[in-house]
């Protein structure tokens, strides 16, 4: 992930910077593929690195019609966590019985396990409603705090502002509270775009038996039942690019937004 | 900037008082009690005293953000709008530009906009930041943020400027300048500056009248008229006049501050 902010003296220390890891990276992998070969470990303990990447290529079929399934659900989770999330904070935030009504169920539905909460969804629930809502409920929460705590965060000298010249609620919910609740939105967004993932993928497999259209995860419970371990670590790999893919997204979108105003976008010298 | 040594008309009318203020908060704090006095149209008056005295509660209450808990405040003279204010910090939306914040007050006054854009650059004009209209705050030195303010709080010309120690974060040098930047204003404005401050210097530099506060709860202890040069730029500062007024008013700040 590069850092926009990081600004290293020298050409050679930013060089360094992506240099080093991906050289330990691929140091690892060198000695995971020896390993491997040299031991005879066979696939179904440990697949070496160039079967599983072997793998990814063979199976894309299969690998990525479960792809586009889990990125699917995740990305219709955290647009539904958005929406419900900032609409929520905004109701909170203009009426305070409102938050000291809702606020604790909120605050329940987080703190319990997803995992535990997916085996009764499903029995409520289409399985592909189930996997959506899962991922949903663990993705509304930052957001709605997050969004929250900025709303009412905003400068009481900037409040006074508006009420001298007379701004209503609306003026002021729009021109002040919002504009201040961004940076704060934007840091429960990039939680929320992980969580979904997550939320997506412990439901998956608490779904278990997916048929048609299953995501990455419930690929990983089949093919652990087959012992088809090449597959199993191939659609973990692509679960964790689409985690950090998602990441990186999210916060070149924080970046383009606040990187004229805010603190957290500056250039510093040293 | 050569303005006309003249002093505003009718100096002598009221623009708003306070009479027999008293402001006590929730947690039980008097901040101000009995507090009683007069503005004059046209005047610079400034409020002076220590830390805590209520002179900001004061500012607050005339400016309509909080209500008196005794007495009343005539402001029958000032529109509803018509006033504007300067707080400690230069108080900017960070996320838009200096054009933008100082916008701000027509936007929320709701009002003709063809208007707004010549309004908004007369302001940038007058405190000489007419180059920096699509900045963003945070690219702006703590003096020129304060610029910004003060062009914030002109834009509606407003009839009352209040302000709240509004160069106490600054360096000396800065605020100097924003001193006599101020007076400038002040005189080709010809508005009426009520200004909160805790630096005796700085308000016999910039007012016509100080009125000292005692310490909490704060009503007037003692009331000063400034005797100066118009327009009093620059020389004033260093002038026997000046030092002779400054002491005055310390040994008074001291009396107060051990009979409080």
């Known amino acids: 992930m590069p850092r926009p902010t990081a600004n290293g003296r020298h050409p050679l220390e930013i060089a360094l910077r992506y240099l080093m890891p991906a050289l330990a990276l691929l140091l690892a992998l060198a000695l995971w593929e020896l390993a491997v070969r040299a031991n005879s470990i066979p696939p179904y303990v440990l ?18 019609v479960s792809l586009a399934v889990t990125l699917k659900t995740t ?110 939105f934007l840091g429960g967004l990039r939680i929320a775009g992980g969580l979904a993932l997550i939320g997506a993928v412990v439901a998956e497999i608490a779904a278990g038996v997916g048929g048609r ?56 010298d040293s | 900037m050569p303005a006309a040594a003249r002093l505003p008309k009718n100096r002598s009318t009221s623009l708003a008082a306070f009479r027999a203020v008293g402001k006590t908060f929730p947690n039980g704090v008097a901040a101000l009690d009995g507090l009683d006095f007069t503005i004059r149209r046209g005047e610079f008056l400034s409020l002076l005293g220590p830390s805590g005295c209520g002179k900001s509660t004061a500012l607050r209450l005339l400016a309509g953000l909080t209500e008196p808990s005794k007495g009343r405040i005539v402001r029958s003279a000032v529109g509803a709008h018509e006033i504007g204010f300067v707080f400690q910090e230069p108080t900017l939306l960070p996320w838009a530009t200096v054009a933008a914040n100082v916008r701000l007050p027509l936007r929320l006054k ?90 005796v210097f700085e308000s016999v530099y910039l007012s016509t009248r100080i009125l000292m506060l005692t310490p909490r709860p704060g009503r007037v202890a003692e009331e000063f008229v400034v005797k100066a040069p118009e327009p009093r730029i620059g020389r004033f500062r260093t002038s026997p006049e000046y030092g002779a007024q400054c002491r005055r008013v310390s040994a008074a700040l001291a009396r107060v501050m051990r009979e409080g």
């Open chain 1, 47 to 64: 697949p070496s690195p160039l079967l599983i990447l072997g793998t990814l290529v063979s199976d894309w079929e299969v690998l990525s």
């Open chain 1, 75 to 184: 990305a219709l989770a955290l647009l539904a966590a958005v929406i419900g999330g900032v609409l929520l904070a905004i109701l909170f935030a203009s009426a305070r019985l409102v938050e000291l009504s809702l606020f604790p169920f909120a605050v329940i539905l987080q703190v319990t396990p997803i995992i535990a909460i997916a085996p009764l969804l499903l029995i409520y629930l289409e399985p592909e409603t189930a996997v959506l809502v899962c991922a949903w409920i663990v993705a509304f929460f930052p957001i709605l705090s997050n969004t929250a705590l900025g709303l009412a965060s905003v400068d009481h000298n900037l409040r006074d502002l508006f009420a001298l010249y007379g701004a209503g609620r609306l003026k002021t919910l729009f021109l002040l509270r919002i504009p201040a609740a961004l940076p704060y």
């Open chain 1, 213 to 268: 259209g299953s995501g990455l995860a419930y690929r990983i419970v089949e093919s652990g039942y087959r012992l088809n371990v090449p597959r199993m670590f191939a659609a973990l790999l692509l679960i964790s690019l689409a985690g950090i893919a998602i990441f990186a997204v999210l916060s070149l979108i924080q970046h383009l937004i606040l990187r004229r105003w805010h603190e957290s976008a500056l250039q510093r």
């Open chain 2, 110 to 199: 709701g009002g003709v906009d063809d208007e707004a854009t010549s309004r908004v650059d007369d302001a940038l004009e007058m405190v000489g930041l007419s180059d920096f209209r699509d900045a963003y705050p945070r690219e702006l030195s703590g003096g020129m943020k304060m610029r910004v303010s003060i062009a914030r709080a002109l834009v509606t010309r407003p009839q009352l400027l209040l302000m709240d120690e509004p160069f106490a974060a600054l360096d000396e040098i800065t605020r100097f300048k924003l001193n006599d930047d101020l007076l400038a204003l002040w005189r080709r404005l010809d508005c009426t500056v009520v200004f909160v401050t805790h630096s």
